[in-house]
T-cell receptor, first 113, second 111 residues
Framework: SQQGEEDPQALSIQEGENATMNCSYK?????LQWYRQNSGRGLVHLIL?????REKHSGRLRVTLDTSKKSSSLLITASRAADTASYFC?????????????FGKGTHLIIQP | EAGVTQFPSHSVIEKGQTVTLRCDPI?????LYWYRRVMGKEIKFLLH????????ESGMPNNRFLAERTGGTYSTLKVQPAELEDSGVYFC?????????FGPGTRLTVL
């Protein structure tokens, strides 16, 4: 599998429900970042979690990181129609926190009203 | 504060032609990155500038691609000559520390 591979590839839920997306990666990392991309638009940075952190919150977002399993999850609580977008995880290799990121193919999330 | 901007937003050219993409990073950001997403594939890192110096250009696909960042401010990415497989969305990002801020991308179509 690819570095920074998300699953599921697509997810459709009802508004108000929680959405969970997972990301797996292969090599050791300095940090992992989650991004959102609305259709046809740029990437919006959501949250960054460093390799020595296990969980982080930002508003309705919760990110976990398990470096022993090389995996991360993004939880969006109380989803809204505006959360419909593609979500990507991106990893930064160990040794350089500002290095180029490796992205997965993304999870396309659809929130049904 | 203005975000990362890219120009043009769309470009349609014919195979063999030259195209130059421009990226203006957030003011004060020393790090500037170029990424590319071709249809159906993941976003791929191309290269990384620190100020005007190329820190890492391991992702550049071949010598038809030339990136510059004269003066350490804006950057250009030139494709010459363009090939069909160069079609995709080219993203620029900038950072001062770790968090990278992305521009809206330039959609390049090579016919």
């Amino acid at each position: 599998s690819q570095q920074g591979e998300e699953d599921p590839q697509a997810l459709s839920i009802q508004e108000g429900e929680n959405a969970t997306m997972n990301c797996s990666y292969k090599t050791s990392i300095n940090n992992l970042q989650w991004y959102r991309q609305n259709s046809g638009r740029g990437l919006v940075h959501l949250i960054l979690i460093r390799s020595n952190e296990r969980e982080k919150h930002s508003g309705r977002l919760r990110v976990t990181l398990d470096t022993s399993k090389k995996s991360s999850s993004l939880l969006i609580t109380a989803s809204r129609a505006a959360d419909t977008a593609s979500y990507f995880c991106a990893t930064c290799p160990i040794g350089g926190g500002a290095d180029g990121l490796t992205f997965g193919k993304g999870t396309h999330l659809i929130i049904q009203p | 504060e203005a975000g990362v901007t890219q120009f043009p937003s769309h470009s349609v050219i014919e195979k063999g032609q030259t195209v130059t993409l421009r990226c203006d990073p957030i003011s004060g950001h020393d790090n500037l990155y170029w990424y590319r997403r071709v249809m159906g594939k993941e976003i791929k890192f191309l290269l990384h500038f620190v100020k005007e110096s190329k820190q890492d250009e391991s992702g550049m696909p071949n010598n038809r691609f030339l990136a510059e960042r004269t003066g350490g401010t804006y950057s250009t990415l030139k494709v010459q000559p363009a090939e069909l497989e160069d079609s995709g969305v080219y993203f620029c990002a900038s950072s001062q520390e770790i968090e990278q801020f992305f521009g809206p991308g330039t959609r390049l179509t090579v016919l």
